[in-house]
């Protein structure tokens, strides 16, 4: 299966789109790396989000969404399946947001979730 016929277990707004294709031009990501999106254990509610780049891993899956390559390693789909990444511009708030809705509880600063 390629990485077109997979559905993404996560989905991009286009602001959060817009803002990571920023972030690829200016920081000059090489070739051969995309979003990284996945989890990992801890944080205050029990696990993190993690989102960055990198290059693709023997467990990955590759999706596409929005026109960015994403990587995400087939462990971590279980915990973001439905998750929509956004992000934020304002005074209030700035950077990536996840909605989950498989979290049961969430941190405060929303960096962390419990399922």
């Known amino acids: ?8 277990p996560i989905q991009l707004t286009p602001r959060a789109a817009q803002e990571i294709r920023k972030i690829m031009q200016t920081k000059q990501i090489p070739e ?4 990284r999106v ?17 290059r693709k891993r023997e467990y990955d899956l590759e999706f596409e969404v929005e026109g960015i390559t994403i990587y995400m390693d087939r ?4 915990y973001l399946m439905g998750t929509t990444i956004d992000y ?3 005074l ?10 498989n979290a049961t509880q969430t941190c405060g600063c929303g960096s962390s979730f419990a399922v």
């Open 1 to 8: 299966m390629s990485a077109t016929t997979l559905q993404a």
């Open 92 to 101: 209030n708030a700035r950077g990536f947001v996840f909605n989950n809705p």
């Open 75 to 78: 462990r971590h789909g279980l």
């Open 88 to 90: 934020h511009d304002g």
């Open 32 to 35: 051969g790396y995309a979003l």
């Open 38 to 54: 996945g989890v990992r254990g801890g944080g205050c509610s029990g696990m993190s989000y993690l989102l960055g780049f990198d």
